[in-house]
Structure formats: C-alpha cells, structure tokens
C-alpha cells in the first residue's frame, strides 16, 4: 500500500473515532441531566457572588449638645405710665440710675387736689352727723326709715368721693415697680402727661436671660430645669439654668423660644448682646464615619449597608447625631457593626455578598 492510501486510511479512523467520542459525551449527557443541572447552577451562583470590603465599627459613647445663636434681655421691663393727669413738677431718678421697687421716679404737680381732699373729707364728717341724727330721730318714730336710709347712701357717696381723691393725690407719685434700671425717661419737668402717657422705662437685668430660637428637631430634646452655658460676644462664658422652653412656635419661623437664667448681681451683663447658648444633652451610642460610607436605599432613605453573619447585606436608615473634624457620627446602627465601606453602591439588601476586611 502506498503513502497516499495509508494516509487516507489514517484520516478516516481518526474521523470515526472523533465523532464517536462525541455520540459517547452526548449520550453521558443525556443519561444524567440532574447532575449535569446541579453542576450547570452551583458554579454561576458562586462565581457571581460579589465582593466588598468591610469595616467593623463599635458604637461610642458621644455627648451631644444643642448649640444655637441667641441674645441677652432683661427678665422683666415695664413702661411705667401715668395714672392720672398733671405737670410733672420732679424728676427724683435720672436715666441709668438703679432703682429699687417702690423708689420714686417722678411727681406730678398736686394742684387743687389737697384742697379737695379737705373738702371731702368735712362732707364725710357732715354726713356722719347727719346720719346720727336721722337714726335717732327713726327711732322714736319722728323721721321715715326711708329718709334714713337716703342718709345713709348719701354717708356713704361721701366717703367714696373721699377715697377717689386720697388715690388720685397719691398717684401723683410714680415709682418703680419693682427692682431694676430706669433705661429711659419720656418726661422732663414742665411736662403735661394724661392718664396712659408712658413716662420712664425700667429694666430688671439680675437675673438676665440668654434668648434663643430652637428648630422643631431640637425642641423636644431639652427641659426646663436643666442647666447649661452661653458665650457671650464678649469672650465671657456664663451659666445657668432653663427656665422656659415654648410650646408654640413662631409662625414665621417655625420655632420655639428658649430661656436660659444667669444671675447677674453686678449688671455687667447687658441686654441686646449676642450668644451662643449651649445646652448639653444625655449621651449617646453613635459609630464615627466617613460621608463616603452614606449611601440611599429604594425610598431615597440615607443609611448605611452591612454585612450580617450570614454573609448578607442589611441596611438600616442613620441619624446624624454630631460632626467635626474628627469624622461623622450617626446613630441607627447595631453596637456592633460590619459596615461596607467599598462597594455598597453595587449591593442591595438581602444579597448574599463576599466580605473582605478593608484593614
């Protein structure tokens, strides 16, 4: 046989056994479809899993505090104002002077009113013996008990004209109120005030009060009663205690007035001065992060993706609690945390995942 006929030969046994092993794969194949299936499904599942590097965190302790602008006012101002007319005849407390209540600030002119003071007082004296006389003479029977009794109405118009005019004279006197500092006179000496015309502006500034606006998220997270601290504009750090937290907001701002009380005996602490009031809350458990761990679920909720002990991404919606140079503090998470920090853009919740530690 020659070369050309052997090769032939050879080329066709190949070719037939070629095509025999692959009848015999098929054949395989099809003999056993569940475990060609089973094989086909556990290695695309594994092979699809994905990776992300995770961080354990351990929640610390953190204190927080509310920390918002605010000003100084004094805890009680008055505009004091004549309750009767007349021309004020003394001024008996200039501007800026301390007064205390029941300290005379000004008088007024008594004009004719000492002189009908005594008038009203011999009409009583009048009506008095008239009034003896027609009882006694009611009696025994010589007078009606109605003309005793116009005696009487009459002693008694008599004594409140008298005590109309004893207050009026005695209004001519203006004082204080209570303890404080006379911030403005309206009146000078010759002026004429009618009754309601303010005449001085009295400041009570010890104890003075540190005023600021709260957001309605920091409203609910402070007491009266507790303490805390103010800066003032001046450099000088102050403290007191809560004395009132509003309860209805400002309709235009939307927020809630708050009062922090300082003692002030020495009044060097004046109203109108801008502060920064500070007002420590109970601390609590928060995990430091980065801004880049945040990430948004469906709903657009901001939270942070975990990988449970079941090798599972959860994620559970943060809260901002504080922030600083040292990083970002949130609460919402487990004490105990495995966070992903590369790759939580590309899991969802639920999806079983390869953690790496990002250490």
Same mark, same amino acid.
């Given at each position: 046989?020659?070369?050309?006929?052997?090769?032939?030969?050879?080329?066709a046994?190949?070719?037939?056994?070629?095509?025999?092993?692959?009848?015999?794969?098929?054949?395989?194949?099809?003999?056993?479809?569940?475990?060609?299936?089973?094989?086909?499904?556990?290695?695309?599942?594994?092979?699809?899993?994905?990776?992300?590097?995770?961080?354990?965190?351990?929640?610390?302790?953190?204190?927080?505090?509310?920390?918002?602008?605010?000003?100084?006012?004094?805890?009680?101002?008055?505009? !004091?104002?004549?309750? #009767? @007319? +007349?021309?004020? /005849?003394?001024?008996?407390?200039?501007? &800026? =002077?301390? *007064?205390? $209540?029941?300290?005379?600030?000004?008088r007024?002119?008594?004009?004719?009113?000492?002189?009908?003071?005594?008038?009203?007082?011999?009409l009583?004296?009048?009506?008095?013996?008239?009034?003896?006389?027609?009882?006694?003479?009611?009696?025994?029977?010589?007078?009606?008990?109605?003309?005793?009794?116009?005696?009487?109405?009459?002693?008694?118009?008599a004594?409140?004209?008298l005590?109309?005019?004893?207050?009026?004279?005695?209004?001519?006197?203006?004082?204080?109120?209570?303890?404080?500092?006379?911030?403005?006179?309206?009146?000078?000496?010759?002026?004429?005030?009618?009754?309601?015309?303010?005449v001085a502006?009295?400041?009570?500034l010890?104890p003075?009060?540190?005023?600021?606006?709260?957001?309605?998220?920091? !409203?609910?997270?402070? #007491? @009266? +009663?507790?303490? /805390?601290?103010?800066?003032?504009?001046? &450099? =000088?750090? *102050?403290? $007191?205690?809560?004395?009132f937290?509003?309860?209805?907001?400002?309709?235009?701002?939307?927020?809630?007035?708050?009062?922090?009380e300082?003692?002030?005996p020495?009044?060097?602490?004046?109203?109108?001065v801008?502060?920064?009031?500070?007002?420590?809350?109970?601390?609590?458990?928060?995990?430091r992060?980065?801004?880049?761990?945040?990430?948004?679920?469906e709903?657009?909720?901001?939270?942070?993706?975990?990988?449970?002990?079941?090798?599972?991404v959860a994620?559970?919606?943060?809260e901002?609690?504080?922030?600083?140079?040292?990083?970002?503090?949130?609460?919402?998470?487990?004490?105990?945390?495995?966070?992903?920090?590369?790759?939580?853009?590309?899991?969802?919740?639920?999806?079983?995942?390869t953690s790496?530690?990002?250490?």
């Open positions: 046989m020659n070369k050309p006929l052997l090769l032939a030969v050879a080329i046994v190949g070719a037939a056994l070629w095509v025999a092993s692959g009848e015999f794969a098929r054949s395989a194949r099809e003999a056993s479809p569940d475990d060609s299936a089973a094989a086909s499904a556990t290695e695309p599942e594994s092979a699809a899993m994905p990776s992300v590097r995770v961080r354990t965190l351990v929640a610390e302790p953190r204190a927080e505090a509310i920390a918002v602008l605010g000003r100084t006012e004094p805890s009680r101002a008055i505009t !004091v104002r004549a309750e #009767t @007319q +007349g021309t004020v /005849a003394a001024i008996e407390a200039a501007e &800026g =002077a301390a *007064v205390a $209540g029941g300290d005379v600030l000004l007024l002119a008594e004009d004719d009113r000492p002189a009908r003071l005594d008038e009203a007082k011999a009583v004296e009048q009506r008095a013996i008239e009034l003896n006389a027609a009882t006694k003479l009611a009696d025994k029977g010589y007078q009606t008990q109605v003309r005793a009794a116009e005696m009487v109405a009459l002693s008694e118009e004594r409140a004209r005590a109309g005019i004893k207050l009026d004279l005695a209004r001519t006197v203006i004082a204080a109120p209570f303890d404080g500092a006379v911030e403005r006179r309206d009146v000078e000496i010759g002026d004429f005030v009618a009754v309601g015309d303010a502006y009295i400041v009570d010890d003075i009060l540190i005023v600021a606006e709260l957001t309605e998220r920091d !409203v609910g997270r402070i #007491t @009266q +009663g507790q303490m /805390a601290t103010a800066r003032l504009v001046t &450099g =000088a750090t *102050v403290s $007191g205690v809560i004395r937290v509003g309860r209805v907001a400002n309709p235009e701002t939307h927020t809630f007035r708050v009062e922090l300082v003692a002030n020495e009044g060097r602490i004046v109203a109108g801008t502060a920064e009031l500070d007002v420590p809350l109970e601390p609590v458990a928060a995990h992060v980065t801004p880049a761990v945040l990430t948004l679920d709903a657009g909720v901001v939270g942070i993706k975990t990988v449970d002990a079941d090798g599972r994620f559970f919606p943060v901002l609690v504080g922030d600083g140079p040292d990083g970002m503090w949130i609460a919402g998470l487990p004490e105990t945390a495995a966070v992903i920090v590369v790759g939580q853009e590309f899991v969802t919740a639920g999806q079983a995942v790496v530690p990002a250490d």
